[in-house]
């Protein structure tokens, strides 16, 4: 079974800081997938960033970055130079293969980040 | 180009009622989803279909069932609603490799 654990339930951010969001995750398969998603208060899942278990180098989007440590089990969002508008949730998930093809996705809890001047 | 959609927006139901929410993706993918989120917890997988013609269980998918209409569409059914399926549903699709999914705008369903 597959398990993403987010310990941060809440975390703040000055403007223009750097912010790291921490995930961790545990399973047996050889290959699997890490991606971060968004979730404004307006609802909805934007996709930001993925990680492959098998990439050699971290993955990066903008100002977002991936910090995967493959040891430790650890997926970490790094979000450079915040602003106002990267308040939010932000899910941390686990790919994993279903029966017949496509992917399931395993959520963890979130960390509510909320920007402030 | 919509991506996912996702009607109704809001429901109201009274316990025992039915109802069915409707999906579409206009991105080709040959996978979709369907997925709860409750307060405190990440998504739940409810089913899925990894191709058009199959469907199968997720995580909770008790009290629910689906449908692959065609490419485009998977919609989700409540037989007989109960308080405990109050939450906010979201359907998605992505295809095969990375494994990304995209999602709908969500339908915020409140069981009285």
């Known amino acids: 079974a597959q398990k993403i654990t987010q310990t941060q339930p809440g975390m703040f951010v000055q403007e223009k800081e750097a912010v790291t969001l921490d995930c961790t995750y545990d399973t047996s398969d050889p290959s699997y997938g890490l991606f971060w998603y968004k979730q404004p208060s307006s609802g909805e899942m934007i996709f930001l960033i993925y990680q492959g278990s098998y990439d050699q180098q971290n993955a990066t989007e903008g100002r977002y970055s991936l910090n995967f440590q493959k040891a430790r089990k650890s997926a970490n969002l790094v979000i450079s130079a915040s602003q106002l508008g990267d308040s939010a949730m932000y899910f941390c998930a686990m790919r994993g293969l279903v029966t017949g093809g496509g992917n399931k996705l395993t959520f963890g809890t979130g960390t509510q980040l909320k920007v402030e001047l | 180009n919509a991506g996912v959609t996702q009607t109704p927006k809001f429901q109201v139901l009274k316990t025992g009622q039915s109802m069915t929410l409707q999906c579409a993706q206009d991105m080709n993918h040959n996978s979709m989803y369907w997925y709860r989120q409750d307060p405190g917890m990440g998504l739940r997988l409810i089913y899925y279909?990894?191709?058009?013609?199959?469907?199968d269980k997720g995580e909770v998918p008790n009290g629910y069932n689906v449908s692959r209409l065609n490419k485009r569409e998977f919609s989700l059914r409540l037989e007989s609603a109960a308080p405990s399926q109050t939450s906010v549903y979201f359907c998605?699709?992505?295809?095969?490799?990375?494994?990304?999914?995209?999602f709908g705008p969500g339908t915020r369903l409140t069981v009285t």
């Open positions: 279909s990894a191709s058009e013609g199959t469907t």
């Open positions: 998605a699709s992505g295809l095969a490799g990375r494994g990304e999914q995209y």
